[in-house]
Every structure is written in C-alpha cells, then in structure tokens.
C-alpha cells in the first residue's frame, strides 16, 4: 500500500478519532491489514529510509494527524531499539512490524528539556534491575504493549547516568493514573507512568549501562524530520482545505486573481512555503538515506523547526483568510489548528531545536549539492523538458 491511498482511507476517521478522543478499532485493524508497519519499518535487518517514513508521516499527517503522530512514535522507537542493538529491543522490533504498539518513557514533570534533570532511578539488585519513579506525557500511555523506559543507573549530573529499559505494560508496580485531555492530536493518549518498584531483567536494558542520553539524542536526530514530516503534512492539508473552500463559493478559486487578490497574495505565499519545506525536509531526509547516517543535528532540528512553524503559520493563514466557514467546529481547519501546536513542542520545542542549531552552526561554503541529471547549464532546461508544464500559465 502506498502512504497516498492509505491517506485516503484514513481521512473520513480523522473527525471520529477528534471527537472520541481516541483511536477507532478500524484504524489499528486497517493499519494491519494494509501493510502500513511493514511499509514504515522496512525489510526485517534493513536499515529504514528516513525520506520513505517522512513521505508517510507527511501523508498520513495530511489526512489525520494524530495518526501521523501514533505512526511515527513506531518509527522513532524501532530505531532507538534497532541503535541499542540488545537481542530484546531488536526481538520488540520485529513484534513492531506485526502492529506491537511500543511507549517511549523519557519526560517527567520536572524533566522536560533538561533530561538531565531526571529523577527515575533503576538500581541493580541481583540480575534484576529496580525502577523507581514516573513520567509525564508519555504518547500511547495504556495502548502500548511496551514501553521503553528512562533511568538514572547512576546519581551524577552526567549524559552517562541514564539508561533506558524496556517494561512490560502488564509489569507489576507500573501504573497509568491519570491521562491528559488535549487541545489537538486528542485521538493520540498521552499520560503519566508511574513505576513503583518494577523489577525488569538485566536482558531489558536498551545498549548499555549509561547509554540512554546517547540513545536518546541519535534517535532525535532521526526523529525530528519525521516531526517536521507532520508538520508539512498538516501544512498541506490546510492549504488543501482553504483550496477547496474558496474553490465551493460563487466565483471560485478565480476570486483569488480577481475581487480578492490580496488573499490571492496570501495563498500563493503559502504555496511558496510549503514547496521550499518540501524541498528542506526531502534533501536533508534523502542525503542522509544515500551517506547511510543520520541527518546533521543542525538539519534535523532546522526541517522540525521550519516545517512545524510552517504548519502553524499555514493552518493560521487559513483560517484567516476562510473565515467563517473555516473556523466552524467540526471544519478540518478548525481541527488542524488544534493539531499544528503541538508540533512546535514535543521533539524538542523549537526553542530547544534553536539552540541545537546554534551549537552546531554549519557552513555553507561548499558548491550546491546537485543531483547529476540536475546539472545542467542554469537557466537553460534539461534536454527534451518543456519550459513550463502543460497546463500552467507563465
Ligand atoms: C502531546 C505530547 C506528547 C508527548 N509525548 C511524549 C512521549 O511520548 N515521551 C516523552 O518522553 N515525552 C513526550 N512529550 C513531552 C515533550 O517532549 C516535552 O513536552 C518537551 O520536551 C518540552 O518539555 P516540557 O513540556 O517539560 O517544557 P519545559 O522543558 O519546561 O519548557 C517550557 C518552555 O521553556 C522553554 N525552554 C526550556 N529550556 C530552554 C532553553 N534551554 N532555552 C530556551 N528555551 C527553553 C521551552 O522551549 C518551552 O517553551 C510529549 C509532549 C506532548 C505535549
């Protein structure tokens, strides 16, 4: 199944999962049936394409974000297991691929952007390891069969003193108490864990002692585009809502050349946007696919950051400019607004993406990166391309 026809399956669910504040048994059902996991997590020991699961996070994203973001929460955890590399994570993986839905446990409620601030501890006792504390706006909390944990394994304020392990939902001391209830992505549960004395074998450990900070960061760095992903998607799903608003009342989509040609102005900004996103999030996404590594950090948190901006400043504009019919209860733009925020936070809130930018400044020197069949004398078009396509006015 390809990312565009199973958003197009998806999109009559995205009001009913708004409305139920929770996923429909049809969209897990679907989800398996079509192939989706195995389409996201790629062939069983291969390394997935970070440009394939943005082209789905974005599509998915288009049609029903918190699917998008269910979705991608698997993408981002399959590669902290597959980094980690212990027999247990990688055996969670191929569960993954067959629809296991897996929690990841990093925030507390006094350890947000500070992951160092954490105070979960797992102490070794015997073989077993003991953990000890709770965690806050944990995505998937009660729907995933398994969540991946964050500890202290030592008490210093270092990026070695934090491990990662996996724990069983059914675990005994692990308990969900309370949930959030969201502004946007209101299918998607997200709640505390608190763990209160869980015992897990020294086999739950994700990598190694002290590699937990380690994990986490590689693994953002392969995460935030798949953000930004979400982020252009809901962009484009907003542009395409406001495209068929304005197309629905009398004069169409001509009003934008004509009687309304400032908001003309205004849509074609947004075009201009979401194609240069586009263009952001695919090079940054494709190069790291073709080197084999994981995008620079200061690429991963420029796509979320420009793509989650994007998205907010698009639904906004939308609403702005679709006025009524747009912000009626129940209208996708209305949903999508909802939805964009969140974007900008979780990840990384786009402060904390700034700062990473600003620690890793790059250069950009070097000769534009482009694709061989793209290097042709500028200005003129590559043999036997047409200067403008058919259809489309200069
Ligand atoms: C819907 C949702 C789902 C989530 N899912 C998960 C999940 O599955 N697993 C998980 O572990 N976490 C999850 N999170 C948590 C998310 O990653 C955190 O909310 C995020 O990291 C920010 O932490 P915080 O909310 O504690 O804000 P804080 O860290 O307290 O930040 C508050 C504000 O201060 C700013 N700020 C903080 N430090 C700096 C700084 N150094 N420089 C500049 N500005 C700064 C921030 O940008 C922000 O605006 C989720 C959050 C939400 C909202």
């Known amino acids: 199944m390809q990312a565009q026809s199973f958003s197009r399956l998806l999109a009559p669910l995205a009001p009913v999962h708004d409305r139920h504040e929770s996923f429909s048994p049809t969209l897990l ?96 006792d015997g073989d077993s390891y003991v953990i000890n504390g709770s965690k806050r706006f944990i995505s998937n909390a009660g729907m995933a069969a398994q969540y991946l944990v964050f500890a202290r394994t030592a008490p ?63 693994t953002l760095q392969w995460s935030r585009p798949l953000i930004g992903a979400v982020g252009l998607g809901i962009a484009r799903g907003a542009y395409e809502s406001l495209r068929d608003l304005i197309e629905s009342e009398p004069g169409g989509l001509s009003v934008l050349t004509g009687a309304r040609q400032d908001d003309g102005h205004r ?64 209208a996708p733009l209305e949903r999508y607004f909802r939805d964009a925020k969140v974007t900008q936070i979780f990840e990384g809130t786009n402060q904390i993406q700034r700062n990473a930018i600003v620690k890793n400044l790059p250069s950009f020197s070097g000769e534009a990166q482009l694709a061989p069949e793209q290097s042709t004398v500028l200005g003129k078009p590559a043999a036997g391309m047409p200067p403008t396509r058919p259809g489309e006015s200069p």
């Not at 969201?182 to 709640?191: D, F, S, V």
């Open 156 to 218: 210093e304020h270092s990026s070695r003193a934090i491990s990662g392990f996996l724990v069983a939902a059914g675990a005994e001391g692990l308990s969900i108490p309370r949930h959030e209830r969201k502004l946007g992505l209101r299918a998607c549960p997200t709640g505390d864990l608190v763990l209160d004395a869980v015992r897990v074998g020294a086999d739950a450990l994700v990598g190694g002692v002290g590699d937990g900070v380690g994990l986490a960061l590689k």
């Open 29 to 124: 059902t679907l989800l398996k049936e079509q192939g989706v996991w195995l389409a996201v997590h790629g062939r069983a020991g291969a390394r997935p394409r970070l440009a394939v699961q943005c082209a789905w996070a974005e599509a998915l994203a288009a049609a029903c974000p918190a699917t998008a973001v269910l979705v991608q929460s698997q993408m981002t955890l399959a590669h902290t297991l597959a980094l980690g590399g212990t027999p247990s994570g990688l055996a969670l993986v191929e569960d993954m691929r067959r629809g296991v839905i897996t929690g990841w446990g990093l925030t507390e409620a006094e350890a947000g952007s500070d992951v160092l601030s954490m105070r979960s501890t797992a102490t070794l």
């Open 267 to 330: 849509v074609a900004d947004l075009v201009i946007e979401i194609a240069a996103a586009r263009a952001l999030l695919y090079d940054v996404a494709r190069r790291a696919d073709e080197a084999g590594t994981l995008p620079a950090i200061w690429e991963a948190s420029a796509s979320k950051t420009f793509c989650s901006d994007l998205a907010m400043r698009v639904v906004c504009e939308a609403l702005a400019i679709g006025g009524r019919a747009a912000v009626k209860p129940g």
